[in-house]
């Protein structure tokens, strides 16, 4: 090729030369070198050689290593194989110009036929969307001249029925007045199915006449004669049921089913028991409203009997109907047993018999309320509760007797739940399968009643001629028989058979302990007047204490607080133990009944309010959930009796202070006339009592302290221990201590040499009260019980600490005054005194009151 002349070589040929000239590379070999096999054999390279993998950058040194390694060429031969593949790259570069330029070429030459395709396509788009829019128009048009006639076609039916309506009341005209005789005897002859189905064809044959005008006449007529058969087909149905004719019931209620009137039946059922039980109520003797105990129950058992017996008897009938009718809820009640039989599910038997219920508890309602029970007897109230007692119980009795009839009928022995429907009232409360006057009467008189009879009896005595050491045996005898009747009370309800009126029965126990306890208060006034008449007749006058007295005192509460308090603990868990098993008693119909009628505490404990409506809410909440072998038992024990708890804790409180008054009693006698004394308006030391070291205290004070240190052996019980004096030196402290501060408070006047003869008074007793509340030691009752003396004491303290400030003020106000010097008081630290102490104290010593307490 060097031997050519570059321009008369092909155009391509002569670029590629040129460019191995520029590069210095050497010309590809020649054919005879390739037939002759001198030539290096060199391989093509293609584009796939370059390609890399997914994400990777190419890079053209690791390509030469990796080429020069496959090719495994001598070091000599490099610089060769270098060129050859230098030259190899070029030649790949120039093919893939040369396709692309190919490609440009042919996809320049093809762009004007594309362009004209899409031209021609764009034009017949248009084309379609305009013959488009004219099918859209027509199928529009189609559509609308078809709903046209679709119009004049219902256009064309209304005539047509019009006009055949017309041909049919020609045609009736004439027959009307006779299908409407036929249909009245069919009524008045019984045929009642033959009768309606005749009914029904009349009132199709109604609208023939709508546009003539015997249409309103034709129309009365009709509605004539649905009321005829109407008031048929219910003589008809309260005949069946009176009869007990299954298939005339069924009959007349495919009549009401067809006239709209479903539950009709029902109520029919209902009111014939009703009229039964009423019948039964005054055959029995139950007509008037002053009836006696015997009467009632006569009249009670008689309309058990009946309703009973009707109840054997119809059952079928009853059921039938819920089968033919259903158990629809009724709108109109026509007795109100019906709507509550419906709201609660049961069906025309739960109806009959509720209905029957019902009428017994509003006959029995105005014979067992206060006012008739009251005519035709003797005001006297034991009278007047004896007769209610009686009736309540003779009543109580028969429904224990009758419900039982009630409930053992076979439907409702083979479904319990039946009976619940027919004991559960009205939501409204119109109709009560167990009246609330009775439940009353017999919280109050069956349940209540007893209990505060065999209570009342047992009530300490205060009358008479007993001593009150005697008293207080007899109390203790009294109320441990008292504790032991709870289980007498239960048995006496569980005979009764209101065990299911447990939580009354624990609300009962707990008021009538409560006002059996609060009874004590006579006890323990005449302890009282007995302290009273003997301090006024002078007997403590001495200072002297009454042994006598002050044991029986502490005879009495030892017998409270140690005996009686522990016992009434044991009680509580007696009485819980006895309710919860009551609550657990076998289930009767009278007690399946209390169950439906006490549902909801916040409403039958307002309603029934026996003792009282908290009372019972408190008893109900505590026996939630409690059995007789229930583990919280013995700690929910304590719960119970709340009121009659507080009532006894009273009574201990008050014959405590019964004790602590019977000691301070002499102290006051003692000090009767100590606000008094000539030594509070003392002018000179030698108008007092004078002691080594200081003033010595007024014999009515360290009278005082002889009698305290007296008494430490009057208060210690041998049997009980030397700890268990100390119990009362916190009470008697505080009595004391109040008793001086009270006299403190009442002198008018004192002078300077008085005032500090009143500070060796009150210093003495400060270290009186110290010195007791100091010896209190040994056990932890004797450590509180110190504790609590070492308070009185500080109040003492306190008393006296502000009268030394004054005293103080005092002395300066009087140096002032003589020096003829404004006097200014001067500020006092630490705690002031209470606000009664130092206003009194100011005032009798002639000292300014302070700012607040003018």
């Not at 009353?440 to 009342?456: G, K, L, N, S, T």
Request: with cysteine; charged share 20%; glycine share 8%.
């Amino acid at each position: 090729y060097k031997h050519h002349h570059p321009a008369s070589l092909p155009p391509r040929l002569s670029i590629r030369l040129t460019a191995m000239a520029a590069t210095g590379l050497p010309p590809p070999p020649s054919a005879a070198d390739a037939r002759t096999g001198t030539a290096e054999p060199r391989e093509r390279l293609e584009l796939e050689d370059f390609e890399v993998g997914s994400g990777a950058e190419f890079d053209a040194v690791n390509w030469l290593n990796f080429r020069l390694a496959k090719s495994g060429v001598a070091f000599d031969k490099l610089d060769q194989h270098l060129s050859s593949l230098a030259m190899r790259c070029q030649l790949l570069c120039q093919d893939t110009s040369e396709s692309i330029e190919a490609s440009s070429n042919s996809l320049v030459t093809q762009l004007p036929t594309t362009g004209r395709d899409l031209e021609r396509m764009r034009e017949q788009a248009f084309r379609g969307r305009d013959r488009l829019g004219k099918v859209l128009e027509g199928l529009r048009d189609a559509d609308d001249r078809k709903q046209s006639g679709l119009a004049g076609l219902a256009e064309i039916d209304v005539v047509k029925t019009r006009v055949e309506t017309a041909c049919s009341a020609l045609r009736e005209v004439g027959s009307w007045e006779r299908k409407i005789r036929d249909c009245d005897q069919l009524v008045h002859s019984g045929k009642l199915p033959a009768a309606l189905e005749q009914l029904a064809s009349l009132k199709g044959v109604l609208d023939a006449f709508r546009m003539l005008p015997e249409y309103g006449k034709k129309e009365g007529q009709l509605q004539q004669l649905e009321e005829n058969l109407m008031s048929t087909t219910r003589r008809r149905a309260k005949q069946a049921v009176e009869r007990n004719v299954v298939a005339d019931i069924a009959a007349c209620s495919e009549v009401f089913a067809a006239m709209g009137s479903v539950a009709e039946p029902v109520a029919i059922a209902s009111a014939a028991f009703a009229e039964l039980a009423e019948r039964a109520w005054q055959q029995g003797g139950g007509g008037l409203g002053d009836a006696s105990a015997s009467v009632l129950a006569a009249a009670t058992r008689a309309t058990f009997e009946a309703t009973s017996q009707a109840l054997r008897e119809r059952w079928p009938l009853l059921q039938s109907l819920d089968e033919v009718c259903g158990a629809a809820p009724a709108t109109d009640t026509t007795p109100s047993a019906l709507a509550t039989a419906s709201e609660s599910g049961g069906g025309a038997m739960a109806s009959a018999v509720l209905a029957a219920l019902a009428v017994l508890g509003k006959r029995l309602e105005p014979s067992l309320s206060v006012a008739a029970v009251g005519a035709g007897e003797s005001p006297d109230e034991a009278m007047l509760a004896h007769s209610r007692a009686s009736r309540a119980v003779a009543v109580l009795a028969e429904y224990v007797e009758g419900l039982p009839s009630l409930a053992n009928c076979a439907p409702m022995v083979e479904d319990p739940a039946l009976w619940a429907h027919c004991c559960r009232d009205s939501a409204d409360g119109s109709t009560q399968a167990l009246p609330w006057a009775l439940l009353h009467e017999v919280a109050v008189f069956v349940i209540w009643r007893p209990m505060q009879d065999d209570a009342m009896a047992l009530v300490p005595p205060t009358q008479g001629n007993i001593r009150p050491s005697e008293a207080v045996l007899v109390a203790e005898s009294n109320a441990k028989k008292l504790m032991q009747l709870p289980s007498t009370w239960a048995r006496y309800l569980e005979d009764k058979g209101g065990s299911r009126l447990v939580a009354v029965w624990l609300a009962c126990v707990d008021a009538t302990c409560e006002a059996y306890w609060k009874k004590w208060d006579a006890l323990v006034d005449t302890f009282e007047n007995t302290l009273k008449s003997r301090a006024s007749e002078g007997s403590m006058s001495d200072g002297s204490v009454d042994a006598g007295l002050l044991n029986e005192c502490m005879q009495l509460h030892s017998m409270l607080h140690d005996n009686i308090s522990v016992q009434f603990l044991s009680c509580q868990l007696q009485v819980l133990q006895l309710a919860t098993r009551m609550r657990e008693s076998p289930e009767t119909p009278l007690g399946r009944a209390l169950e439906e009628k006490l549902r909801g505490p916040d409403a039958w404990c307002d309603r029934l309010a026996v003792p009282s409506a908290e009372a019972l809410r408190g008893a109900s909440s505590l026996l939630q959930g409690l059995g007789p072998e229930h583990v919280a038992l013995t700690t929910q024990a304590t719960k119970a009796l709340p009121l009659s708890t507080a009532a006894l804790g009273k009574v201990v409180g008050q014959v405590r202070a019964l004790v602590t008054r019977c000691c301070v009693q002499p102290i006051v006698t003692m000090l009767s006339a100590y606000a008094e004394a000539h030594e509070w308006v003392a002018q000179s030391s030698s108008d007092v009592l004078p002691l080594a070291g200081g003033r010595s205290p007024l014999p009515s004070i360290t009278a005082v302290g002889e009698h305290l240190f007296a008494l430490m052996p009057l208060l210690e019980r041998p049997q009980e221990g030397s700890h268990k004096q100390v119990q009362w030196l916190p009470s008697i402290l505080d009595g004391i201590v109040e008793t001086v501060t009270q006299k403190v408070l009442n002198i008018r006047q004192l002078t300077p040499n008085g005032a500090q003869q009143l500070i060796a008074d009150l210093e003495y007793l400060h270290k009186v009260t110290e010195a007791l509340g100091s010896d209190s030691s040994g056990s932890p009752s004797a450590s509180a019980a110190g504790a609590a003396a070492a308070g009185a004491a500080w109040r003492l303290g306190e008393t006296l600490g502000a009268l030394g400030f004054l005293a103080t003020q005092q002395r300066r106000q009087q140096e002032c005054t003589a020096k003829g010097e404004a006097f200014i008081e001067a500020p006092r630290e630490g705690t002031p005194a209470p606000r009664r102490v130092e206003k009194a104290l100011r005032a009798a010593l002639g000292l300014a009151p302070a700012v607040g307490l003018a």
